[in-house]
């Protein structure tokens, strides 16, 4: 299983971005896949997740109505659409996978596979 995280960059206040994880080594279907990010010094915050099986979505109460979480299954890519992002936003965003798995709670960061993390700074 293979995490690769793409689209973080510096960009202002009230701006958007996205992000990708191209995935491989396993299939959508049953599978619990999405976000996180962190900062240094604070534990890793869940940010949105997708459930393959039946397209479920979570969101963390900070980002809902801002994020919006998809998938492409033909190419195995997680996206992740960011608008009206805040300087709090900044950090480093993983992709994290549980495989086959509909995950019991999405947003707690217990996932088997995790990307390397792009880092995402919004300036105010």
């Known amino acids: 299983v293979q995490l690769v995280e793409s689209g973080g960059r510096l960009v202002q206040a009230g701006g958007s971005l996205r992000l990708s994880c191209a995935a491989s080594?396993?299939?959508?279907?049953?599978?619990?896949i999405g976000w996180f990010r962190q900062v240094p010094g604070m534990e890793r915050e869940g940010v949105s997740i997708?459930?393959?099986?039946?397209?479920?979505?979570y969101y963390g109460d900070s980002v809902k109505g801002r994020f919006t979480i998809s998938s492409d299954t033909a190419k195995n890519t997680v996206y992740l659409q960011m608008n009206n992002l805040k300087p709090e936003d900044t950090a480093v965003y993983y992709c994290?996978?549980?495989?086959?798995?509909?995950?019991?709670?999405?947003?707690?960061?217990?996932?088997?596979?995790w990307g390397q993390g792009t880092q995402v700074t919004v300036s105010s």
């Open positions: 080594g396993f299939t959508f279907d049953g599978s619990s």
């Open positions: 994290a996978a549980r495989p086959g798995t509909r995950i019991r709670f999405p947003l707690h960061p217990r996932y088997d596979y």
């Open positions: 997708i459930i393959g099986s039946d397209g479920s979505t």
